[in-house]
């Protein structure tokens, strides 16, 4: 391994002088950084962070805690945090919980045992304040994305899923629906209780009755084909007047898993059954587009979460907590019609 001694040597400079050249630090003169600069690059020389670490007490790492990889939305957050973290000289070590509260923990010991300087997390549930308590014990602040937690002090980049599903709903009213289901995901997470909110709040509004049995509770860690394919046909067994004609699907992976049930039942979307539901769904977007989606800013997401969190590492004078709520577009498209009075 090249060390400082190698390229003093080679420059016919100090090792101190190297020292100073590597972390940009004292007076150096132009034409002997060149020469350092030189030597390092003709040796391939790659700084020791680990030893740096020791010193500056800063391992200029972040730890990323996202519940699905696999969802195009998080994998947009991961891209926008990855890109942020560049630009400020971070990086990032990411994590993948499933959706699963003890594989949350064991990650929220690996970020501790890594020392990362900081964490932006997705919670997997409410009960995740205890794991962003035990970061705080370790010194690491958090940032929450996507969703909060009760009792959290700190700083969140949310969306706004009561807008959406607000909006998504009144796009299904105005086509002349008045049966609308809710698919939604568990109530223990912040997003869900805050769409079912939108979607109640706005048959209310428009004087349609709020039907139990329309409204239904779906694990985000069945994501296998078909997942959704008992509640849908508990939906589409009701009498033909009281049959959903549209389903508000809480997010986009629930989205395919009805729309694959429906067609197993030999059910047309959006010629039988009208379907919206929050977030992109990828590579469709940008070929044939077709589910009526509220698209969330996903990279932004990243981005801000990530510059508010080195904001926090860096700035000693930031005390109160910030929080910002970014609304989502609306795109209508083919999987939503009219329907016939």
């Known amino acids: ?185 568990p109530r223990n997470i912040s997003t869900s209780r805050e769409r079912e909110r939108g979607y109640v709040e706005t048959l209310k509004l428009n004087d349609l009755p709020i039907h139990e049995n329309y409204i239904s509770e779906f694990d985000f860690r069945s994501m296998e084909p078909h997942a959704a394919h008992s509640i849908v046909e508990k939906l589409m067994s009701l009498d033909e007047d009281k049959r959903p004609t549209a389903i508000f699907a809480s997010n986009n992976f629930i989205a395919i898993s009805v729309i694959q049930s429906l067609r197993q039942m030999n059910l047309r979307v959006p010629e039988d059954v009208s379907i919206v539901c929050f977030d992109e769904i990828e590579p469709v977007e940008y070929f044939d587009p077709f589910f009526t989606v509220a698209a969330q800013p996903a990279t932004e997401f990243g981005k801000i979460s990530l510059q508010y969190l080195v904001e926090r590492l860096e700035n000693d004078g930031l005390e109160q907590s910030r929080k910002v709520i970014l609304p989502p577009d609306i795109h209508i498209r083919k999987s939503t019609q009219r329907i016939e009075e």
């Open 1 to 185: 391994m090249v060390t400082i001694y190698d390229i003093a040597k080679k420059a016919k400079v100090s090792p101190m002088t190297v020292s100073r050249v590597i972390n940009n630090s004292g007076n150096i003169r132009v034409a002997t950084r060149e020469k350092v600069e030189k030597a390092i690059k003709e040796l391939g020389y790659i700084p020791n962070e680990a030893a740096r670490s020791l010193t500056s007490n800063q391992t200029k790492t972040l730890g990323l805690i996202l519940t699905d990889i696999t969802n195009p939305f998080f994998a947009k957050v991961a891209r926008g945090a990855e890109a942020k973290a560049m630009e400020t000289g971070y990086r990032i070590l990411l994590a993948n919980t499933d959706e699963d509260f003890e594989k949350e923990k064991s990650y929220t010991d690996m970020m501790i045992s890594a020392r990362v300087d900081g964490v932006i997390m997705t919670p997997t549930n409410d009960e995740s304040l205890k794991h962003v308590e035990r970061l705080n014990q370790h010194n690491i602040p958090t940032v929450l994305l996507d969703r909060t937690v009760e009792g959290f002090e700190g700083d969140c980049v949310l969306g706004d899923s009561y807008k959406g599903s607000r909006e998504l709903v009144r796009h299904l009213i105005d086509y002349g629906h008045k049966n609308i289901a809710l698919v939604n995901g």
